[in-house]
């Protein structure tokens, strides 16, 4: 070979060489794509291919009240699953899977006979006794799934505000949804390896990813005064023939929700989901999202306001005639004859519009739009709560006279039930505005504590000397039979209210009644709203439609809480009947215990066992007093 076609082939080798070398780069770097870069993809998409995997539900949080009462939990329950590619006898197991889960045969034999993917759902949330029933039948590729199912031990109770979830556990309303990434947990699963036809691998390799269950609420609210607020607003509805009616309890001095509820509502283990409209009426939560003209219980944040900003005194006097004239328009007092001269407190005890137009007068538009700033009224009080409505107030620069001196009385302006008593609860508690709020703790089952909430102190409204000042107006004005005579033997302060409705502009011929009260008058601890829409009695008035029922809640707090008389000279209801085990009797003996005892009773629930009561065993009681079963579900 000539030293020409050596050189030729050196080169033609150096070529191979590069190209080989290339192509081994290349071949390199796509090895380092697919096992390091894709390579978890790649093993995901795999692994999807050579196993079958069923969800495991996580376990819902609980939501308890301040003394641990269960308000919603959850149980096991099971979903049904089939592969197609398993299943030997396609009619039976279609046949049996239908009998036994009350489902249609042919749309089930179609989900059945499907063998094109992989496993397909039969049924959700199947009951522990029947799930055992399909597993002993001991049917071919019929699978089940661990799951969870939703329950509410007290049924109506709390309706609006605790919400419900839907079929696969994810929260609908209230604080169900407002929760629902806290509550829900971390779902697991269970992997079996199969076939390329996607049948199971029986004896081979499986894993199983444990669930992890959801966080817990404990709520401020005390289940015993929230039984005691839906009986009392149940027996209104009735009486009254109320088009609805809402109550709250509240702590004044801490701002939290002691009881809350709305009527009409429905049993929460029951949810009436065929008329959507019905139902998303039905759980607007009316003290929080609906506002309304509070009328004469506003009369005290205008007392407030006039004697904190210094111009209204104990000592001024007023005359009324029964109407007030302000830009040539006649407002009427609703004394029509008037109520002649008045003191300050006369004028909050005789709730004389004529005082309260000329105080809101006095006050001036500024000044009186700064208190409404500071009470935080048009604006959301920023509650645990989804939709809550910050109320309807006029914008200032189209406020005249006329207008400014109506909501002096509470007309011209909205509120929703829940600002109304958080606004007043400044009024008497030293004149702390606080934020209201129904959620104390959010913790794990191990005793984690994710959230905790304490009082929150928003501004300080008005002083504690003026906060004392309305305190005993409020005392005197339901006090008009002597002193301890609102509820025999104990001091209570309070306000009705009543205001008509308005449709298109016009008066509807239709009434709100309300009554704000406070325990103890002086200093109080609870504070009760009751606001009542629509009485269809012909009665309207706050103190005839709203102050007696507000007056049976009181005396329901005093008693569970074993609260001694304010007078010295009251002889108290002595508490001498100890409270039975009634816990796991039937129904039927336990309610002829309790009659035996002399003690009134209630039932949550449609079983025929108890599973629950309030209150506990050896809890002595007053003769007739109310005590609750809860009965296992059928």
């Not at 380092?32 to 949080?61: C, F, H």
């Not at 019905?278 to 407030?304: C, D, W």
């Not at 989804?386 to 007309?411: P, T």
Request: hydrophobic share 40%; glycine share 8%.
């Amino acid at each position: 070979m000539d030293i020409f076609n050596l050189h030729k082939f050196r080169k033609r080798i150096v070529a191979v060489v590069i190209i080989l070398a290339v192509l081994m780069s290349l071949i390199s770097l796509r090895l380092v794509y697919v096992q390091v870069i894709n390579g978890g993809y790649l093993q995901m998409k795999a692994t999807e291919q050579w196993t079958r995997d069923l969800p495991v539900s996580a376990e819902r949080g609980t939501i308890k009240d301040r003394n641990g009462a269960s308000l919603a939990i959850s149980y096991t329950t099971y979903d049904i699953y089939v592969r197609g590619r398993e299943v030997k006898d396609v009619n039976n197991t279609s046949k049996v899977l239908s009998d036994t889960l009350g489902l249609d045969y042919m749309k089930t034999f179609e989900k059945v006979s499907n063998v094109n993917i992989s496993e397909v759902l039969i049924k959700m949330q199947v009951e522990k006794e029947t799930a055992i029933k399909i597993y002993n039948s001991g049917l071919s590729g019929v699978y089940l799934s661990e799951s969870n199912s939703r329950y509410y031990p007290y049924g109506n109770l709390m309706t609006q505000l605790i919400g419900f979830t839907t079929i696969d556990n994810v929260g609908q309303a209230g604080l169900e949804a407002y929760y629902n990434d806290i509550l829900k947990g971390v779902p697991g699963y269970s992997l079996v390896q199969s076939d390329l036809q996607g049948k199971q691998i029986y004896n081979s390799l499986t894993s199983y990813v444990p669930s992890v269950a959801g966080f817990n609420i404990e709520m401020t609210i005390d289940v015993n005064i929230q039984l005691a607020i839906e009986r009392t607003l149940e027996k209104l509805m009735i009486e009254q023939k109320a088009k609805g009616a809402t109550a709250i309890v509240m702590d004044p001095n801490t701002g939290e929700i002691l009881a809350l509820s709305s009527k009409p509502s429905f049993d929460l283990n029951d949810v009436p989901r065929d008329d959507v409209g019905v139902l998303m009426e039905m759980m607007k939560n009316q003290a929080i999202v609906s506002v309304y003209e509070p009328g004469s219980t506003f009369k005290i944040l205008t007392m407030a306001s006039a004697i904190s900003a210094g111009v209204a005194h104990l000592t001024d006097h007023f005359y009324c005639p029964g109407y007030n004239i302000v830009d040539g328009q006649k407002i009427k007092c609703w004394k029509s004859v008037g109520h002649g001269s008045e003191d300050l407190t006369d004028g909050l005890c005789n709730s004389c519009n004529t005082v309260f137009t000329t105080l809101a007068l006095r006050m001036g538009l500024d000044r009186m739009y700064e208190y409404f700033e500071k009470f935080g009224l048009g604006k959301k009080t920023g509650i645990d709560f989804l939709g809550e409505s910050g109320g309807i107030i006029m914008n200032k620069d189209n406020v005249q006279n006329v207008d400014l001196a109506r909501m002096g009385f509470g007309q011209a302006i909205a509120v929703t039930p829940l600002q109304l008593i958080t606004a007043i609860a400044a009024c008497v508690n030293g004149g702390k505005l606080l934020k209201p709020y129904m959620v104390s703790k959010i913790y794990s089952d191990d005793g984690l504590i994710l959230e905790e909430n304490s009082p929150t102190i928003i501004d300080q409204v008005i002083s504690k000397e003026v906060s004392d000042i309305i305190n005993d107006m409020l005392e005197e004005t339901v006090s008009k039979a002597g002193k301890y005579t609102f509820l025999e033997g104990y001091e209570i302060g309070g306000k009705t209210g009543t205001t008509q409705k308005y449709e298109d502009g016009k008066i509807a011929g239709t009434y709100v009644s309300s009554f704000i009260g406070t325990y103890p008058a002086s200093s109080p601890e609870y504070i009760v709203l009751i606001v009542v829409d629509e009485p269809g009695t012909g009665a309207y008035y706050g103190s005839v439609v709203a102050s007696p029922y507000a007056k049976e809640i009181f005396a329901d707090i005093i008693q569970q809480k074993n609260i001694q008389p304010d007078d010295p000279k009251y002889v108290p209801l002595e508490r001498n009947i100890e409270m039975p085990n009634l816990v796991g009797k039937s129904l039927t003996d336990a309610c002829v215990e309790l009659k035996k005892l002399g003690l009134n009773f209630e039932i949550q629930g449609d079983g025929g066992f108890i599973i629950e009561q309030l209150p506990p065993p050896k809890t002595l009681l007053y003769k007739a007093q109310y005590v609750y079963l809860i009965t296992n579900s059928t």
